[in-house]
């Protein structure tokens, strides 16, 4: 809560040297990893952050976590990695199976022949 604000280009600039060392040591970058390379606490203080309004390092903390969400989406596609993404997916980003009318209706189909 004391914390000092930092100025959008630093959080730009922190953010994107988190993403190139994910990259480097081969780790998937996660919102909780994001936290912690800003100097945060937790994934909350972070959460909160991106809720804000105005200024510069909202605006880059909410590009960031569109990039991890990102990365979840494309990883849901390769076979090694779709369940633990599709969990990440459905967890921390508010993805679910989208739920039908609850009273269905029967069709009825008739053939002529």
Do not use: W
Request: charge should be positive; proline fraction near 2%; aromatic fraction near 8%.
């Amino acid at each position: 809560m004391g914390r000092k604000k930092l100025s959008g280009k630093r959080y730009s600039d922190l953010c994107e040297s988190y993403f190139l060392q994910c990259g480097r040591e081969g780790r998937h970058p996660s919102l909780p990893g994001l936290a912690l390379a800003l100097g945060m606490d937790s994934r909350e203080e972070l959460e909160r952050l991106a809720a804000e309004r105005r200024g510069g390092g909202a605006a880059a903390v909410r590009r960031a976590i569109t990039r991890v969400e990102e990365f979840n989406v494309q990883s849901a596609f390769q076979k090694d990695t779709a369940q633990s993404a599709k969990f990440i997916l459905q967890c921390g980003f508010g993805y679910g199976e989208k739920r039908g009318k609850k009273d269905r209706e029967d069709i009825k189909v008739e053939i002529e022949e």
